[in-house]
């Protein structure tokens, strides 16, 4: 079902032995919230009247096997698809339509090359009938059945000998559920149920529709599914603690391994699903296939079409099987007086890759959200936050927060910048569990222990330029952090933090951070401040000024490196004495500090590779962001960086906290540029060969 992203609350069910229950903890921000948007009951009501005026009339669509609908068909909805609407429109020549079709064929004829359904065969479907069918018209359970006719469509049954899902909007509408596997919005694990991997007789009703799919797993009997049994022991890998993949199904064949979801659904008399298309990042990675397997086809209307308007009556008689494109508009009114059972199976291309299945036991209960599935024995197995964006200040930091954090399984720290690990530091915390608990405390740690598929992380840029202050902390606290640092044309950042902290718009509040410091003076003044003060530490011996004629414009603007001094100076200890000197004066409670030396970077991010392991770092550069498609490719790193399907495509890609200052002189911008050059190359030293001549000096 189309649903909206809440950012209100993290709503979280758990599916047990008992009955579901629905919590609503003070979290703000989950776009993986388990809700749905739901039609207006009135529109619903009169689209149950408009399908009954239909159900005599309508004719049935002619169908055909297609064969697979192609996953290139399910990128986006289809009533988004502009080959569609050029046909609607009788126009031609539009850019993006599907090249099989004509811009002159009738909608009819183009349906038929770009098909929202594919008939893909019929099976004998009353070995599954019977299987399934005690309990599925009503509550009652018919004592003279024996054990394979048991009443699994009782919700009491199903969490003790099953395990209990939940399906918010089919839930609503009354819609009995019998589950067989299912898997989380992001295809990172499948779960296979009992009553699919132990029950024979379930696996061999079913058999015939995997044969006609191509997804038969009889090839597979001679493997063992090995049951997880909620025991295993965390994996150190990435220092979070989820679980590993050595007890999950052993099952190696590709083909019973591409089917992430499947069930039975129970739609009651006078029940209609509205129009809808499906979403969620499996819908465009997965085939739909429906199986009627209790139904009255003539009292059963079943549409699909490319929009509302052009939706066509497909034939549910049982044992067809039929594929649809769940992009397309669909809707389903039950007008018979017993309830409707259709098989509904999703899989995936052989080309998507591997996906961890695990078993699970009888009873078994799960967490869920609205994009993600954990199971209650893995709870606290991955300990927020998992990412921390450390730098560089005026890099690009804010953006990439709010790219990451539009990911439906990232949730927002309670603030951007905690600043935990520095000016926030609590003091009065004098062991390493009180220090934990108190930075832990900046984000939604009691909800997202509960659910170790999502995570969350923090962005406070001051953490990279204060090393000596912060490594030690956030090895105490957080040793096992995925760390992102955000890196710019050091010229364009330090002319970029002037503006901002100089700027009088904003809050009480932001302007207090920001200091005054720096309100009487221009740029110019800044740069040349800084570079003395780190001059006079010991920290830049090799700049040299004419005749160290400071105070002389012509002699200032003059200044250079002198390279040989700067070969032997740059990586020693003296550098790094000199360096934590600096460090200390720097001011907490302000932002207007260390223009010149926030830009050499190499300095920075070489003292904490000492101290974690590389790999824990990514390190990206705000100017890639700025070509076409670069937002996605580099957000697509970060995602893969953190341990999140990277794939995901944010929504809003505007840059954020941007503003416009005046331009540089000629004069700063050149000493600046002979200022970091040596910098810059140290900095491809330790980052490699894409970092090469970064900026062009």
């Known amino acids: 079902m189309t649903a909206s992203k809440s950012k209100q609350g993290m709503n979280t069910t758990t599916s047990s032995a008992t009955k579901p229950t629905t919590a609503k903890p003070k979290a703000p921000a989950t776009s993986a919230a388990l809700s749905a948007t739901k039609t207006p009951k009135s529109e619903v009501e009169e689209q149950h009247r408009e399908a009954g005026a239909l159900i005599d009339t309508m004719p049935y669509a002619e169908l055909h096997d297609h064969g697979e609908i192609p996953i290139e068909w399910k990128q986006h909805p289809t009533q988004a698809d502009t080959s569609y609407s050029a046909v609607e429109a009788g126009l031609s020549g539009i850019k993006g339509a599907n090249p099989m079709c004509s811009a002159r064929i009738s909608l009819s004829e183009h349906m038929y090359s770009n098909p929202c359904v594919s008939s893909r065969g019929q099976v004998d479907i009353e070995p599954l009938a019977d299987l399934i069918r005690n309990g599925h018209n009503t509550d009652a359970i018919d004592d003279t059945a024996n054990s394979l006719l048991l009443n699994m469509w009782s919700e009491e049954t199903a969490a003790k000998e099953n395990v209990h899902i939940v399906r918010p909007s089919h839930d609503a509408w009354g819609i009995k559920k019998l589950v067989l596997m299912f898997s989380d919005d992001f295809l990172q694990t499948v779960y296979e149920m009992p009553w699919w991997h132990s029950k024979p007789e379930m696996r061999a009703a079913i058999e015939p529709i995997l044969k006609v799919l191509n997804l038969s797993h009889e090839e597979d009997e001679e493997e063992n599914v090995v049951v997880n049994d909620g025991a295993d022991e965390p994996s150190s890998e990435n220092g979070i603690g989820l679980p590993n993949n050595s007890k999950t199904s052993e099952k190696s064949n590709k083909k019973s391994k591409r089917i992430v979801r499947m069930l039975l659904a129970s739609l009651p008399p006078g029940v209609t699903i509205p129009i809808h298309h499906d979403t969620g990042e499996w819908v465009r990675h997965t085939h739909r296939v429906h199986v009627p397997v209790i139904t009255n086809e003539d009292k059963v209307l079943f549409r699909v079409g490319p929009t509302e308007q052009t939706m066509e009556r497909i034939r549910v008689h049982p044992g067809h099987v039929f594929e649809m494109n769940n992009q397309a508009k669909h809707a389903v009114s039950n007008h018979w007086d017993n309830y409707r059972v259709h098989l509904i199976l999703d899989y995936v291309d052989e080309s998507f890759g591997t996906i961890q299945r695990i078993p699970l036991n009888p009873g078994e209960r799960l967490l869920q959200t609205r994009r993600s599935i954990d199971r209650e024995s893995d709870c606290g197995k991955r300990v927020p936050p998992t990412f921390c964006i450390i730098g560089a200040q005026k890099a690009g930091t804010t953006s990439l927060y709010d790219y990451m954090n539009q990911h439906p399984l990232i949730i927002r720290a309670r603030r951007r910048e905690t600043h935990c690990l520095d000016w926030r530091w609590n003091t009065k915390c004098v062991t390493t569990m009180a220090r934990k608990e108190y930075c832990t ?257």
């Open 441 to 697: 405390k900046f984000f939604y740690a009691k909800e997202l222990l509960k659910h170790p598929s999502l995570l969350t992380g923090d962005s406070t840029p001051s953490y990279l330029v204060s090393p000596d202050l912060v490594i030690p902390r956030m090895k105490e606290c957080f040793p096992w952090i995925k760390m992102i640092v955000m890196l710019r044309n050091p010229i364009k950042r330090s002319h970029s933090q002037y503006a901002m902290v100089t700027s009088q718009d904003g809050t009480e509040q932001q302007l207090k951070i920001r200091g005054t410091e720096w309100l009487k003076k221009n740029f110019e003044t800044v740069v040349k401040e800084d570079i003395l003060a780190m001059k006079d530490i010991g920290l830049i011996p090799y700049w040299k000024i004419p005749n160290d004629k400071k105070d002389d414009e012509d002699a200032w603007f003059s200044g250079e490196v002198d390279y040989e001094i700067f070969e032997k100076f740059a990586g020693s200890p003296e550098e790094e004495k000199a360096w934590s000197e600096y460090q200390k004066g720097m001011p907490m409670m302000t932002g207007s500090h260390s223009l010149v030396a926030r830009g050499m970077y190499e300095l920075q991010i070489r003292q904490w590779f000492k101290h974690f392991d590389r790999d824990q770092f990514l390190v990206l550069k705000l100017e890639d962001m700025a070509v076409e498609g670069g937002v996605q490719r580099c957000v697509r790193r970060a995602f893969k960086h953190v341990g999140l399907p990277p794939d995901y495509r944010v929504q809003d890609v505007s840059p954020k906290n941007a503003r416009s200052y005046n331009p540089m002189c000629d004069q700063t911008k050149a000493l600046l540029e002979r200022f970091y050059a040596p910098h810059n190359r140290r900095l491809e030293a330790i980052l490699g060969e894409e970092w090469k001549n970064a900026w062009g000096y």
